[in-house]
């Protein structure tokens, strides 16, 4: 240990990006069932359909679903000397623990543990040049959140709800542990907004209308999309085909590139912000 340090005073260790990230954008969600490994997987691939640099985070310890839905079950990724080597499709790279253990395994670990494990799938991983890496963490505000906001740099949080009042409350939950560490969220996305009838086109509210757009307002964030409940969406993400990859140009498709717009402009004006707050020298 250097002369002077003051580790073991209960200084918190410094927050690195892993080499070569320039933003981290963790999406979470207060409860589970709300569609936010879905967001995850189309808001990075229309990230990359944008043209940007991406990697996604599965960092779902007890639940991975990344390998499915990015039509990669199954394979493992190359190792060589403590380095991970992603997994990439649709120009996407990609890690999850689900690479490396059977589908039907449990992960039967204590917190320590599964931090450890995705702070290894963080940091071990040869990501290269990435504008973004997307985390896809688990429901609610565990051991993998405080674990992720101490010890890495997050640009921002986009948090994942449906219009129903229980995901709305847990919802405000998830903005409110982000408040707390500090870290900016970018603002709500509301999934399962509508459902369009595929026999007559009548669109209806099944879950409930208008509260994400309350809680925005309460919390001064943005909605950054309303995406639809739609059979497809869930056909093309169980086949391991994301929907923007898969019907690009369709309705749903355009919902997540939108999204992947606001998210990215977001960003962009965050970071301009830091780097217009001066420095003070003592």
């Given at each position: 240990?250097?002369?002077?340090?003051?580790?073991?005073?209960?200084?918190?260790?410094?927050?690195?990006?892993?080499?070569?990230v320039k933003n981290i954008i963790?999406?979470?969600?207060?409860?589970?069932?709300?569609?936010?490994?879905?967001?995850?997987?189309?808001?990075?691939?229309?990230?990359?359909?944008?043209?940007?640099?991406?990697?996604?985070?599965?960092?779902?310890?007890?639940?991975?679903?990344?390998?499915?839905?990015?039509?990669?079950?199954?394979?493992?990724?190359?190792?060589?000397?403590?380095?991970?080597?992603?997994?990439?499709?649709?120009?996407?790279?990609?890690?999850?623990?689900?690479?490396?253990?059977?589908?039907?395994?449990?992960?039967?670990?204590?917190?320590?543990?599964?931090?450890?494990?995705?702070?290894?799938?963080?940091?071990?991983?040869?990501?290269?040049?990435?504008?973004?890496?997307?985390?896809?963490?688990?429901?609610?505000?565990?051991?993998?959140?405080?674990?992720?906001?101490?010890?890495?740099?997050?640009?921002?949080?986009?948090?994942?709800?449906?219009?129903?009042?229980?995901?709305?409350?847990?919802?405000?939950?998830?903005?409110?542990?982000?408040?707390?560490?500090?870290?900016?969220?970018?603002?709500?996305?509301?999934?399962?907004?509508?459902?369009?009838?595929?026999?007559?086109?009548?669109?209806?509210?099944?879950?409930?209308?208008?509260?994400?757009?309350?809680?925005?307002?309460?919390?001064?964030?943005?909605?950054?999309?309303?995406?639809?409940?739609?059979?497809?969406?869930?056909?093309?993400?169980?086949?391991?085909?994301?929907?923007?990859?898969?019907?690009?140009?369709?309705?749903?498709?355009?919902?997540?590139?939108?999204?992947?717009?606001?998210?990215?402009?977001?960003?962009?004006?965050?970071?301009?912000?830091?780097?217009?707050?001066?420095?003070?020298?003592?």
């Open positions: 240990m250097a002369c002077g340090s003051k580790q073991g005073q209960g200084q918190m260790p410094e927050k690195k990006m892993p080499e070569g963790a999406v979470a969600s207060g409860k589970g069932g709300v569609g936010k490994s879905t967001t995850a997987v189309n808001l990075a691939v229309a990230m990359a359909q944008s043209g940007a640099k991406v990697g996604l985070l599965d960092a779902d310890i007890y639940g991975p679903s990344i390998p499915q839905m990015m039509g990669l079950a199954g394979r493992q990724p190359d190792v060589n000397d403590r380095t991970i080597f992603p997994l990439e499709n649709y120009g996407v790279k990609t890690i999850s623990i689900g690479y490396m253990i059977k589908e039907e395994q449990a992960m039967i670990w204590r917190g320590p543990m599964v931090s450890g494990a995705v702070m290894q799938l963080l940091n071990d991983v040869a990501w290269g040049e990435l504008d973004y890496l997307v985390i896809d963490l688990p429901p609610g505000t565990g051991d993998i959140h405080l674990t992720m906001v101490q010890s890495v740099p997050l640009t921002a949080a986009v948090v994942v709800t449906t219009p129903q009042d229980i995901a709305l409350l847990d919802c405000r939950k998830g903005i409110a542990m982000f408040d707390k560490v500090h870290v900016p969220t970018l603002g709500i996305v509301e999934n399962m907004s509508t459902f369009t009838c595929p026999h007559c086109g009548e669109s209806t509210h099944i879950f409930d209308h208008g509260g994400a757009d309350k809680l925005a307002k309460l919390h001064n964030v943005d909605v950054l999309g309303k995406l639809p409940l739609d059979l497809a969406i869930r056909e093309m993400s169980d086949a391991g085909t994301p929907i923007t990859a898969a019907k690009p140009d369709s309705e749903q498709a355009r919902a997540y590139l939108n999204l992947a717009d606001s998210v990215m402009l977001k960003v962009e004006k965050l970071n301009s912000r830091k780097l217009s707050i001066p420095i003070v020298q003592g």
